[in-house]
């Protein structure tokens, strides 16, 4: 059972657009969801991350909005650029909990083009 | 560099060979984690140590996989018996006080 859900699995945006990425989760008691960006051939690099106190949270040019309620988050990137291109994952975990393992997104492939 | 390492970053071995690899973790961070990723997915949590206790393992790691941290420094996952399903990029994180995982390059394991 995928307890995160994510998509679209793939995303082509032109340079300057906003690329938007939508996850949702099951388990209530998650509260703490990060974004990472993947090159291939890389580990995944730490974003942004978020917890439920707040609905959004800005860093840059990357900005995640959080609805409780619907269980579900988003990473918007503004003014999208080539660099940007990557596979992006979000994930969700019990912050501090006995439970220590992050659970991720399948991922979404963006494409930037130039 | 102050970041996870791992070794080897690449490791290819023939069926039913053992194979090992290791993860410093940033100096002063008490949590590692092992997980893997196959191609086109996201990684998958296999252990967690905090210190040189394993406090979780995954279905997923199999009798066939062991883990240690010996001495709360670095860990190393040992694959015994490799099948060709084990093929994959074996990631290490570790995290501190603030809980933040922070991940190595991995490792590339291709299975003849």
């Known amino acids: 059972q995928q307890q995160v859900k994510q998509s679209p699995q793939s995303l082509i945006v032109q340079k300057g657009g906003i690329s938007i990425i939508n996850c949702a989760y099951e388990?209530?008691?998650?509260?703490?969801f990060p974004w990472y960006q993947q090159f291939p051939g890389k580990g995944p690099a730490l974003l942004i991350a978020?917890?439920?106190?707040?609905s959004e949270k800005k860093e840059g040019r990357f900005t995640i909005s959080f609805n409780k309620s619907a269980k579900q988050f988003s990473l918007h990137i503004m003014d999208s650029q080539p660099g940007d291109s990557a596979t992006y994952f979000c994930?969700?975990?019990?912050?501090?909990?006995?439970?220590?393992?992050?659970?991720f997104g399948k991922g979404t492939k963006l494409s930037v083009k130039p | 560099d102050t970041g996870v390492s791992q070794d080897p970053r690449h490791k290819i071995t023939k069926r039913g060979q053992n194979v090992t690899f290791r993860c410093d973790p940033i100096s002063e961070h008490n949590r590692l984690y092992w997980y893997r990723q196959t191609l086109g997915q996201g990684p998958e949590f296999l252990t967690y140590f905090q210190n040189e206790a394993q406090l979780e393992k995954s279905r997923l790691l199999s009798d066939r996989f062991s883990a240690e941290r010996p001495k709360g420094s670095f860990s190393t996952l040992e694959i015994q018996r490799t099948e060709q399903g084990d093929s994959a990029m074996y990631l290490c994180?570790?995290?501190?006080?603030?809980?933040?995982?922070?991940f190595g390059p991995g490792t590339r394991l291709t299975v003849l």
């Open positions: 994180a570790s995290s501190g006080k603030r809980d933040t995982q922070y």
């Open positions: 978020i917890r439920p106190d707040v």
């Open positions: 994930a969700a975990k019990n912050y501090g909990g006995s439970q220590g393992n992050l659970i």
């Open positions: 388990n209530t008691a998650f509260d703490y």
